[in-house]
């Protein structure tokens, strides 16, 4: 047993690792327990996100939209390029580089802060000692006076579509390929679907993505949804919802993948393919069963709205608990249970916490959708605003879409702001602020923004909501 801890973090991901450096900050005595290994065989920090997530999907996803303008956008600007080629190898190295700088400057950002990193596998005890197994195979067992648990989550596999070589993967596995398939499928039209599928349709790939639900990112506004699904249509993404697959098999010819629609059953015959239905907390064996942690029907551990467990001085925090798998949401509430631990008041709205998907265009939105208040029974005044009557979107070549705001009828209150268009993941980062402040559609509405900027087509879709859009159509003048 070595010394004490104030604080033990299960988890070196955005959650944990953001949670050991707060309480750091705050003058306590943390380790951090991470057992990742990275692709050099290494250890590294960062979890799911920094480095097979959120991180390297982007710097593919930056790659490939800069090839598809060239290839598609770039003459209607006057620029012709010749003898275009893309080198994929070179391509991965830039990403795997990104991802190297990001999982280092954590290591010396708790090096800065004095926390101990234990590298290995980390499982809670009783009385809150965590018992770390290296990966050679060495035990040791620390004690603390707080746990946070931060084991994030892992990709779902099929029964029906176990993970093969190169040819069929999840999302970590599609961020490899050193070469495009001909033929690629998807196997879920969520966040991660859409965002791998483009990434790989820009660089030349034929994609049919199937998604077992008839109602397109029922997460969304409807009329983001569908916004946004017309526009991946006109790029070729080829999204066929109500497809339900029934088998998948490898062979010599392709994958020979088995589903039924409303037509009836049907195959398709990809080269390569993605399974990205959904995620699962990672939270097999991270307590002994004596300790007595509670999971959920779902895996995930239970907590509170503070992020605290049923056992004393023991939280979890991330995608091993309720709500979104985010990593901000992870963050900010690693944030919000260190400052708990040191005996402060935080607060965290679960309401405000955005999403963003990072296709072309990027979709985002925070609050409530139109049928999430029409199913409370709140009444709300709706406005928006197409990206096409915005100066800097048209001189971008980037005016599809729109954004939408929910206000509440009696107070005016924004309620919700849902967008689908160019930089959606920035302007979201408004709507969020404004609603943190309580603000109103009105209090955006006369404020001043900066011409041409996107932003001005959040502050008309404000003034929209009292029928008063100077650049658009409005349904009622005021």
């Given at each position: 047993?070595t ?5 033990i973090?299960?988890?070196g ?7 050991a ?8 005595k ?27 999907s ?7 939209e800069?090839?598809?303008e ?21 391509m ?5 580089k ?19 990193w ?7 005890l ?19 006076e ?12 099929l ?26 499928g ?5 966040v ?9 349709r820009?660089?030349g790939s034929?994609v ?15 009329d983001?949804a ?10 070729g ?5 109500g ?16 589903f039924?629609?409303?037509k ?24 002994d069963?004596?300790?007595?942690l509670?999971l ?19 939280y ?12 901000h949401?992870a963050?900010e509430?690693g944030?919000m249970?260190?400052e708990?631990i040191?005996g402060?008041?935080p607060h ?8 963003v ?6 979709i ?26 915005n ?8 005016a599809a879409?729109?954004i ?8 005016d209150?924004i309620l ?8 959606a993941?920035?302007l ?5 602020i ?9 209090d955006?509405?006369r ?11 959040m502050?008309?879709?404000m003034?929209?909501v009292d029928?008063?859009?100077?650049h ?7």
């Open positions: 047993m010394d004490k801890y104030d604080v973090v299960i988890g991901g955005p959650g944990g690792y953001v949670a450096i707060r309480c750091a900050q705050l003058g306590m943390v380790a951090c327990v991470e057992e990742w290994i990275n692709k050099q065989d290494k250890p590294a920090l960062g979890g799911t996100c920094l480095n097979v997530g959120c991180i390297p982007k710097a593919l996803l930056e790659s490939s800069r090839v598809e060239i290839q598609h956008h770039n003459a209607d600007h006057g620029i012709s390029v010749e003898g275009l080629s893309v080198d994929i190898p070179q991965i190295a830039r990403k795997d990104i991802v190297s700088q990001l999982t280092g400057g954590i290591a010396q950002l708790f090096q800065a802060n004095g926390i101990e234990l590298q290995g596998r980390g499982k809670l009783a009385d809150k000692q965590v018992q770390v197994t290296a990966r050679d195979g060495a035990v040791s067992t620390h004690a603390a707080h746990v946070i648990i931060a084991t994030g989550s892992t990709s779902i596999e029964p029906i579509a176990k993970w093969l070589d190169e040819r069929i993967v999840d999302s970590e596995g599609a961020l490899d390929w050193e070469s495009v398939p001909d033929r690629l998807v196997i879920g039209a969520g991660i679907g859409l965002e791998m599928g483009s990434v790989w820009r660089m034929e049919v993505v199937l998604e077992a639900m008839d109602t397109f990112l029922a997460a969304a506004d409807a983001v569908k916004a946004s699904k017309m526009q991946f249509k006109k790029q993404l080829d999204i066929r919802l497809s339900k697959v029934s088998a998948v098999e490898a062979g010599d010819e392709g994958v020979t993948v088995s039924s629609d409303k009836g059953d049907d195959s398709l015959v990809v080269d390569r393919l993605i399974v990205a239905v959904g995620r699962r907390a990672n939270t097999t064996d991270i307590a069963p004596a300790v007595g509670e959920d029907g779902r895996g995930c551990v239970v907590v509170d709205d503070h992020c605290a467990t049923d056992l004393p001085g023991v979890a925090i991330g995608d091993c608990v309720r709500g979104p798998m985010l990593a949401k963050s509430e944030v249970v260190a708990q040191a402060q008041k965290m709205d679960f309401n405000t916490i955005p999403w998907i990072y296709t072309d265009p990027e985002a939105w925070v609050g409530q959708t139109e049928a999430e208040l029409k199913e409370a029974g709140v009444a709300y005044r709706a406005g928006s605003f197409s990206f096409a009557a100066g800097r979107a048209k001189a971008m070549d980037k879409g729109l939408k705001v929910l206000a509440d009828e009696a107070t209150r919700g702001v849902h967008i689908v268009g160019p930089m993941s920035e979201v980062g408004q709507a969020v404004a609603m943190e402040c309580e603000a109103s559609s009105e955006l509405a404020m001043c923004f900066a011409h041409p900027s996107l932003s001005e087509s502050h008309e879709a003034l929209s029928g008063r859009a100077l658009g159509i409005n349904k009622a003048k005021r």
